[in-house]
């Protein structure tokens, strides 16, 4: 069951039974445009503040998994949630009427990895027939949260990534599906002394170098021995970054690499610099666009890897670097 | 294993094996002053902003943790770690150097019932040999993070707890020792609807009493099972509200009741308010104070349930309320 030095592979793996994507208008005319199963034209989604509108948007993907599956919430025994917002307020407020026992998570744009990480030892451990994962970013609340808030219209420089208004919320439980969660491999905090917040995707690449490596070598494999790598939020400036370091220690996977930011909006026609970022960037791109491919079996082994970068406006503006870490969820097709 | 509604009975109960406690002056200067393992006299640790001492705290908590149990980092699989400031920097700039696998959590002043709580499942599932626990706050960073600057010398009002400046460690595992850990409860967010962020006892009671009765409930036992049932930083104010619930609800718990936030500072001689609180009271408390008299048997069974009060600047400035939170932890004594 242990594997290696920082993998678990679970004995009765678990299964990821179902789950649901819910974004703001911005990611609803991007490329996965039609794969979502809420598009929210008002980023406000009816709400007064962008800290609600999350909150509003995390709760609507948990009751959309949770009628997909047709589960209530009294089916589910734990609820592992996060989101960027400080003090994670867009959870603690947007799951609060489910009255799911919970336990709250921070790992930046890692969360959504660290919360199916969870959530599936949960359910591999016997703790409970049923678990909810989810995690949300909004752009409105994390320009807010970290830069400045969107009446500034201030600008931003090239190597910054766009915070996907969008909630994620996946069902992982013993009930058969065609998708099962075989392991996990749980990430350090990497820490290469970069300071610059505006350039998240090389703060993240180091962790999701160190984590992808560690993965394939807990688990003895290659990285043709999964169909697509897929990392989180690199963006396109990350992303070269770590083809560079996985070269650097003898590893290849520009073949099968993806990254979420990168797929989620359209570089030629939405502006968005560095590409998509947040805890919801992976989450529903996870949920829309790599989930339906496992199920049908177009992709047997999915090596799912989101990453996030580690700070706050504290932690910058007092000269603090900011390190990184990934977590990794190996999904595989079944019959 | 799964236990009633919110709980779990670990059928292969982990050990908790050894823990730290590092506190700043006051503390020292506190009713358990004596029982610390580490005091700093000076707050800032040697570092130059809170945040930094905060993250120097809670990494020579772990170390010390490590140190009296005869581990190095190297040995622990998982750390579950948290603390009260945005984006959980303390923990994740604390921790960094330990390169330990990491789960970052965020629970408020909950947050250690949260680590332990993961900790011990993981524990328990054969996730590992050793894991490790930690959460940290500190004064000065918690009055910049929800309050005010220290410099502004801000008047408090008589609701208001002190934050405990402090971090505790915990090693949880398979090795034997004479505290085991035997059962958990997850909490569930509660909110009755306050707003007051400077009445945090209030805000937290509802929550501390909904865990406490669904463990009781869930295990079947009365309040007289458990030697003593601590509350993490309820204070006096919150602690008289706990009492009334109860009562409301056909329980009596006075008898057995203790407060972390009422007995970490002498009320007499130190101007605390309401009480300590923060992710470190409940932490500091339970590492210098509780266990040893589980250990010496004096307490065989004690009911651990720190209490969370989850909020934000932004999200009280905004006008939401304050909903509570609290996980419970059972603690036996072992032979």
Redesign the interface.
């Known amino acids: 069951?242990?594997k290696g030095l920082?993998s678990?592979a679970f004995e009765k793996a678990p299964f990821l039974i179902n789950s649901a994507s819910v974004v703001g208008r911005k990611e609803g005319e991007g490329l996965l445009g039609k794969l979502f199963d809420m598009i929210e034209p008002e980023d406000l989604f009816g709400e007064?503040?962008w800290?609600?509108a999350e909150s509003a948007m995390q709760k609507e993907a948990c009751l959309l998994a949770l009628g997909k599956a047709h589960l209530r919430p009294e089916n589910i025994?734990?609820l592992f949630g996060?989101d960027?917002?400080?003090?994670?307020?867009a959870t603690?407020?947007g799951?609060?009427e489910l009255?799911?026992?919970?336990?709250?998570?921070?790992?930046?744009c890692s969360t959504s990895g660290?919360a199916l990480?969870?959530a599936s030892?949960?359910v591999?451990?016997?703790?409970?027939e049923y678990m909810l994962a989810v995690t949300s970013s909004h752009f409105g609340s994390a320009e807010?949260?970290f830069r400045f808030p969107l009446g500034y219209a201030n600008q931003r420089p090239l190597s910054a990534h766009w915070t996907v208004t969008g909630s994620g919320a996946f069902i992982v439980g013993k009930k058969r599906s065609h998708v099962r969660i075989t392991g996990i491999t749980?990430?350090?905090?990497v820490?290469y002394g970069l300071k610059d917040s505006q350039n998240m995707g090389a703060c993240m690449a180091p962790a999701a170098c160190d984590t992808i490596i560690r993965n394939l070598e807990d688990f003895e494999r290659n990285a043709e021995d999964y169909s697509r790598i897929i990392t989180g939020d690199l963006g396109y400036v990350g992303q070269s970054i770590l083809f560079d370091l996985m070269r650097g220690k003898g590893y290849d996977i520009k073949m099968n690499h993806m990254d979420c930011g990168m797929i989620i909006f359209d570089q030629n026609l939405q502006d968005t610099h560095a590409g998509g970022s947040g805890c919801g960037c992976a989450a529903v791109t996870l949920s829309s666009y790599i989930l339906p491919k496992i199920e049908c079996g177009e992709w047997e082994r999915v090596l799912f890897v989101p990453t996030g970068a580690?700070?706050?406006?504290?932690?910058y503006n007092?000269g603090?670097s900011v390190?990184g870490?990934a977590h990794a969820i190996v999904l595989e097709h079944c019959e």
Chains 1, 2 share one sequence.
């Open positions: 069951m242990i920082q678990i007064n503040t800290e609600e025994r734990f996060g960027l917002l400080r003090q994670g307020i603690s407020l799951v609060e009255q799911i026992p919970m336990f709250g998570l921070y790992g930046a660290e990480a969870l030892m949960s591999a451990a016997g703790y409970g807010k949260e749980v990430g350090k905090i820490d580690l700070m706050s406006t504290v932690s007092e603090a390190p870490i």
